[in-house]
Each structure stands twice: as C-alpha cells, then as structure tokens.
C-alpha cells in the first residue's frame, strides 16, 4: 500500500456539485498539505495542517475547505465546483522533524464540466 | 505573483549528455532549496536538497548550484539517461520548522536516444 493515498484517482463533476477529495496516510507524519497542479503554475499550496487542531490557508483557498479527521487524514472539499477547479490535486505530508520532506500522494484529477 | 520562477517549460537532452535545470527566486527570505522529480500518473519525489551556507550539492549524477547573490540554482545531471525524463520542479522554503515549501512551475525533461 502507498504511504499516501488520495481516493479519488480521477473524478468528473458538474459545476455547482460538492466534491470531496481524501487523503489518508501511514507515514505518521503529522503534517498534511494539499496542492493543486496547473499547466504553467506548477504546485500551489491550498491548504496545510501541522496537526490535528491547526488548520492554515494556503496561497489559493477561496472556493475550498478542510478537515483534518485524524492526523493520518486530511480531506479538501470543492462546496460549489466551478469549470477552473478543473485540475490535478495533489496531498503531501511532512514531518516537523524534518519538515522540508515531503511525501506526495499520487494525485487526483478532477475536472469540473 | 511567483516566488520561485522556472523559466523553461521543456528541455530537450540526448542520453549521455549534461541536462541543466535552472531555477530563480524572488524572496531573499529563502534559504532551504530543493528539487522534486515527477513522472506522469505519479507525485513528485524528493530528489536533491541544498541549504544556503553552501554553493554545491552532489548526489551521484545530480548536482545542485546555488548562487545566493543572483537568486539562482541550478540542477546539473550528468549523465543523462533516458530515465530522467520527468517534469521536475524547484522548491524553496524559509527557515524555520513552521515553514512550507513554495514550488516553482516545472520544467519537463526529455532525454532522447
């Protein structure tokens, strides 16, 4: 098993449709990010956590929320998807002993028509 | 407004030659620099790191240059094989534990035969 997996791998949604995309982990890292991946733009930070009762916004959070159920997971929801959500996320985690390295998920592509 | 700029899209290498990746940044609060590697359907991967009290880097085939005064570092790997094909991207994060990594917008390798 994958130490980080993000469920779905690949979603189609209709705009204005609530979506909720997971990641769970077996890392034991206590911290979790969420990144989204455009053509040209590279990896922008959405949301991250450094545990369960913190929870930051990134550089791009409007148009989406976060929960941290447990430290191993951390779920992004779209509450109303709109057409230039349409990207590939991505989930990481880290631990703060060694903060800069990053374990990433295999990715969720999500288009929104 | 893009902190950490990787001002080629896409490179073009033939197997055995030198790939070179480069990468600038705008905030002079940066000083933990790496490089993450990502094959298609897959994350990004840790590849190779570098702490701004040094110049250089090395990992087997891959080197990393950092040039503090001009906000450039530089991804070397010599020789290329055609397993580098990959986009790879440049992170930098500032000091300190409560830090995150800001990546740059990618550059695809392709080594050819």
């Known amino acids: 098993d994958a130490d980080v997996t993000q469920t779905p791998r690949n979603r189609i949604t209709k705009t204005g449709k609530r979506i909720m995309l997971e990641c769970s982990q077996t890392k034991g890292h206590d911290r979790m990010y969420w990144y989204r991946q455009d053509p040209g733009l590279g990896l922008r930070l959405i949301y991250y956590?450094?545990?369960?009762?913190?929870?930051n916004k990134g550089e791009i959070s409007d148009g989406y929320s976060v929960s941290r159920q447990a430290q191993a997971k951390f779920s992004l929801s779209l509450e109303s998807a709109i057409p230039n959500q349409t990207a590939l996320y991505f989930c990481a985690t880290s631990d703060s002993r060694d903060w800069y390295g990053y374990t990433f998920g295999s990715g969720t592509r999500l288009t929104v028509v | 407004d893009q902190q950490v700029k990787q001002n080629s899209p896409s490179l073009s290498v033939q197997e055995g030659r030198i790939s070179i990746l480069n990468c600038d940044y705008t905030?002079?609060?940066?000083?933990?620099f790496l490089w993450y590697k990502k094959y298609p359907a897959e994350g990004p991967t840790f590849l190779i790191s570098?702490?701004?009290?040094?110049d250089k880097n090395e990992d087997g085939r891959f080197t990393v240059f950092l040039n503090k005064s001009a906000k450039h570092l530089s991804l070397h790997i010599v020789p290329s094989q055609p397993g580098d094909s990959a986009v790879y991207f440049c992170?930098?994060?500032?000091?300190?534990?409560?830090?995150?990594?800001?990546f740059g917008t990618g550059t695809r390798l392709q080594v050819t035969l």
């Open positions: 570098i702490s701004s009290i040094k």
């Open positions: 992170a930098a994060s500032g000091s300190g534990t409560a830090s995150k990594l800001t």
């Open positions: 905030n002079s609060m940066f000083d933990y």
């Open positions: 956590s450094f545990d369960v009762k913190d929870i």
